[in-house]
């Protein structure tokens, strides 16, 4: 199957500082990627979806001043989350879609562990 | 509302067989997925099911029906490698994959 990378997969930050999660498709070009978070035990919690060259599409309840997404090129999408705290501490996923995907599958990435203290 | 019932959490002896229902309320329906996801990891693809019926992939099999809006997971030979949790997730009429809970797998020996 395709291959999704996300960077970094752990992170730690101080609470009030901005971090950055990058997800890559490496060996196909996504039309669409998606960025989830999931709490401990609980299921996955689409946050936003984003098409290349265009605004991405938050999902009710998501701040998209606060979850910012960058969707640069069909193999990048980047998340930002900004003046972090430790609510904001979840596992993140993305998920990527290819544009001649069959089953319009979607393939996900390692997911980001982040910690805000 | 779109909604996915699954179990919470299920247990079976290594070496049987267990089935994970799911069942489901969209708005359209482009497939139904079953994901397995490790703790601490993001999920891994297992099934896709567009047409009723049965799909089969080793020990793992998928059935669906439409006009139940009902599928379940087949897992046949357990091995404590299973122990996990298994997603279902319906793909709706504008191709987002609406989440199940999730269904925990524990296997004891």
């Known amino acids: 199957g395709a291959v999704v990378s996300q960077h970094p997969s752990r992170v730690i930050c101080k609470s009030g500082t901005s971090v950055k999660i990058e997800c890559r498709s490496l060996?196909?070009?996504?039309?669409?990627m998606f960025w989830y978070r999931q709490f401990p035990k609980k299921s996955l919690m689409l946050m936003a979806t984003?098409?290349?060259?265009?605004?991405?599409?938050?999902e009710q309840g998501v701040e998209k001043d606060k979850f910012l997404i960058n969707h640069a090129s069909l193999t990048l999408s980047t998340l930002t989350v900004t003046s972090a705290h430790p609510e904001d501490s979840s596992f993140y996923i993305c998920?990527?879609?290819?544009?001649?995907?069959?089953?319009?599958?979607?393939?996900f990435g390692p997911g980001t562990r982040l910690t805000v203290l | 509302g779109q909604n996915i019932d699954q179990p919470t959490e299920m247990t079976a002896t290594e070496g049987a067989i267990v089935q994970i229902n799911c069942t489901y309320q969209t708005s359209g329906f482009n497939g139904l997925f079953w994901y397995q996801q490790h703790a601490g990891e993001a999920p891994t693809f297992l099934s896709y099911?567009?047409l009723d019926g049965l799909e089969e992939k080793g020990r793992f099999s998928s059935f669906l029906s439409r006009s139940k809006g009902y599928s379940y997971l087949l897992l046949k030979e357990l091995q404590m490698k299973d122990s996990a949790s298994y997603l279902c997730a319906v793909m709706d009429s504008n191709y987002q994959l609406i989440w199940g809970a999730g269904t925990k797998l524990i296997i004891k020996p």
């Open positions: 984003s098409n290349e060259g265009s605004k991405a599409t938050y």
């Open positions: 099911n567009v």
């Open positions: 998920s990527a879609r290819s544009l001649a995907g069959e089953r319009n599958e979607q393939f």
């Open positions: 060996d196909f070009q996504a039309t669409t």
